[in-house]
Every structure is written in C-alpha cells, then in structure tokens.
C-alpha cells in the first residue's frame, strides 16, 4: 500500500529559485493539506484541499501556491525560494466515511526536508 | 484561533515503567477530535489514539490510553509498559468538528520521549 507519497524527499534550493514538492495519494481521499514543522513549532498548515479543483489557504500560505486539479494530486510550489522556507514538509490526506460525515485522520507522507540557501 | 498546548519539551521513562505526556487546548468549540501522533526518527508521522470530543469514555489502543477532561480542555496520553521503540517526538493535536469545511489540524509543539534501558 503506497499512502501518501512525497518526492523529493531531500532537496537543497538557492535563494530565488522555484520548485514544486509532489504529493500524491491512492486512497481516493478527499482531503489533503500541505504542513510545514519547524523547530519549537510543530506542524503548521500552509494550503488545503476538500476535493478536486478546491483549495483554500492555512495559516501560513504566503509564498507558496497549490493546486488540485485530480484527487489523487496535490502538489505544492514555491515560488522564489528564501531562507525562511528551510522546514520539513508533510503532505496529509483524510477521507469521510459517509458524505457531510467528519473526516478521519490524517495519513501522512514521510517529508520532504528542504534546505534553501 | 484554536491553540494547543504542550509544556513538556522533553520526558524520560523507564522502560517497562508508565509515562503520561501533558496537553492542554483553548476552543471555544463544542464538536472536535482530538490526536496523538507519534513521530519517530524516519520522520513519519504515526496516528497512536483518536478521541472524539462528544465521547465521555476515554479511548485506548492497547498500551495507549488518554485521560480526556472536557472542561478542563485536557488531554493526556499515558503509556504503560514502555517499550524502546516508545522513544519519538508525540504531538498533541486538534481538529475542528462537523462543520469544518477544511480539514485543518492544529498541532502542539511536541513532546520528546526517551526510554531508557
């Protein structure tokens, strides 16, 4: 069972460069969010999902652009990379049981550690 | 804005013996779930125990159990017999009920266990 898979899982970035972290989930899950952990901070949302063609901001969106043009697909970019977005990225994705029913938990990729130099 | 809690950067425990990590929340909410997740060293995020909000009866997984005190927005996960593989970083989080349109989880800033031989 693949889950949740990130690529890369390591990646180094020069400061002003732009890449796209991938996710993408075969569970047919709904939902699905990108998080950034730093030190002292644990997980914060930056962008999610509810479905296909939705996506809406987090708490920490400025800088970085999603979009979900499949179910299976979320994949997140960067646009001009700086320092502050040294951090490891988790990708999560959750499903309802039933349709308007609450979601179950998250299922986590494994990260992707970016380095931006 | 919903916050949560976790006053203990760091614990130890024997193993064999019991250890019970501390989280506290603010919510204004009276639908939510709340999480512990365990994340080890290959970085994965690992679901240990799920709680629901309208629930009274503490839930538990084997050697994972949690004292959930509504009022108090308490909710601290005990493990019995800790074993070696115990050892990680638990995070403590939160997420909005029913009506939540996104599916955004809100995370402590972690608690590192150590087992000691």
């Known amino acids: 069972n693949a889950g949740v898979t990130q690529t890369p899982k390591f990646q180094v970035l020069k400061t002003g460069q732009s890449m796209t972290l991938q996710c993408a989930q075969d569970?047919?899950?709904?939902?699905m969010s990108w998080y950034r952990q730093d030190p002292g901070m644990g997980l914060r949302l930056i962008h999610y999902?509810?479905?296909?063609?939705?996506?809406d901001q987090g708490e920490v969106p400025n800088g970085y652009n999603v979009s979900r043009s499949t179910t299976e697909d979320f994949p997140l970019r960067l646009l001009s990379a700086a320092p502050s977005q040294t951090s490891v990225y988790f990708c999560?994705?959750?499903?309802?049981?039933?349709?308007?029913?609450?979601?179950?938990?998250?299922?986590f990729g494994q990260g992707t550690r970016l380095t931006v130099v | 804005a919903q916050t949560v809690t976790q006053s203990q950067p760091e614990m130890s425990v024997q193993e064999a013996e019991t250890v019970t990590l501390s989280c506290t929340y603010d919510?204004?909410?009276?639908?939510?779930?709340l999480f512990w997740y365990k994340q080890p060293p290959s970085r994965q995020m690992i679901l240990v125990i799920r709680?629901?909000?309208?629930?009274?009866q503490n839930a538990t997984e084997n050697r994972f159990s949690v004292n959930f005190q509504k009022a108090a927005k308490s909710f601290s996960l005990k493990i019995s017999d800790s074993q070696l593989g115990d050892a990680a970083m638990y995070f403590c989080?939160?997420?909005?009920?029913?009506?939540?349109?996104?599916?955004?989880?809100?995370f402590g800033t972690g608690t590192s266990l150590t087992v000691i031989p």
């Open positions: 999560a994705s959750s499903y309802s049981v039933l349709p308007g029913e609450f979601p179950t938990e998250a299922f």
């Open positions: 569970m047919n899950h709904e939902y």
């Open positions: 999902s509810v479905g296909a063609g939705i996506t």
């Open positions: 919510t204004s909410e009276s639908d939510y779930y």
């Open positions: 709680q629901e909000a309208y629930k009274q």
């Open positions: 989080a939160y997420r909005r009920g029913r009506l939540n349109t996104g599916n955004q989880f809100y």
